[in-house]
T-cell receptor, first 117, second 117 residues
Framework: AQSVAQPEDQVNVAEGNPLTVKCTYS??????LFWYVQYPNRGLQFLLK??????LVKGSYGFEAEFNKSQTSFHLKKPSALVSDSALYFC???????????????FGQGTTLQVKP | DGGITQSPKYLFRKEGQNVTLSCEQN?????MYWYRQDPGQGLRLIYY???????QKGDIAEGYSVSREKKESFPLTVTSAQKNPTAFYLC????????????????FGQGTRLTVV
């Protein structure tokens, strides 16, 4: 079965400190992995993705994520948090073409990031 | 501008009524998705479609129906069988089965907030 877990409902960090939002996944075969951000009453905005290649991927607004196949994790990171980063963050996994989960896009339950001045 | 449009933004349903949520995209994407968002539960997949005239149930399809008669349109009907329909509904699209390249991320609409009155 395909699934995504975000173990923390909320992450609190001080502005200027590094942040990490955790994500683990379960999917047959090699996954496509994504991070999205959502602001109140809005749709989701794409941040970054892992398809293949380097395990460290860089995305929008200074965010990056590290793919770890052995730990089936894809944690979101940023070296220095901003107050404006405060939002709801979602990790997602999609089965690759030709797998039993072709095209099925599954999200975690979301993690609220609160960055305090 | 290319994008994905959901309408209406707010929708009120009386007990026992069916209502239809609209989702239209002009991105030439093959795949489209419907999600339901409830506080603390993240995004749950209702239905998805990889190609015109074909769709699959997601994790919470009961009480919902969809159609995919045109590539650009994927309307969702919330039927009277859905006992707790009050939620925020999000539509998304991806390139789909053609996406063996870099453009694999999903694009989201701005959502429809459905309330039972």
């Amino acid at each position: 079965a395909q699934s995504v877990a975000q173990p923390e409902d909320q992450v609190n960090v001080a502005e200027g400190n590094p942040l990490t939002v955790k994500c683990t996944y379960s999917v047959s075969g090699n996954p496509y992995l994504f991070w999205y951000v959502q602001y109140p009453n809005r749709g989701l905005q794409f941040l970054l993705k892992y398809i293949t290649g380097d395990n460290l991927v860089k995305g929008s607004y200074g965010f990056e994520a590290e793919f770890n196949k052995s730990q089936t994790s894809f944690h979101l990171k940023k070296p220095s948090a901003l107050v404006s980063d405060s939002a709801l963050y979602f990790c997602a996994v999609r089965g690759i073409y030709g797998s039993s989960n072709t095209g099925k896009l599954i999200f975690g339950q979301g993690t609220t990031l609160q960055v305090k001045p | 501008d290319g994008g994905i449009t959901q309408s209406p933004k707010y929708l009120f349903r009386k007990e026992g009524q069916n209502v239809t949520l609209s989702c239209e995209q002009n991105l030439n994407h093959d795949a489209m998705y419907w999600y339901r968002q409830d506080p603390g539960q993240g995004l749950r997949l209702i239905y998805y479609s990889q190609i015109v005239n074909d769709f699959q149930k997601g994790d919470i399809a009961e009480g919902y129906s969809v159609s995919r008669e045109k590539k650009e349109s994927f309307p969702l009907t919330v039927t009277s069988a859905q006992k707790n329909p009050t939620a925020f509904y999000l539509c998304a699209s991806t390139e789909g089965i053609r996406d063996r390249g870099p453009n694999t991320e999903a694009f989201f609409g701005q959502g429809t907030r459905l309330t039972v009155v």
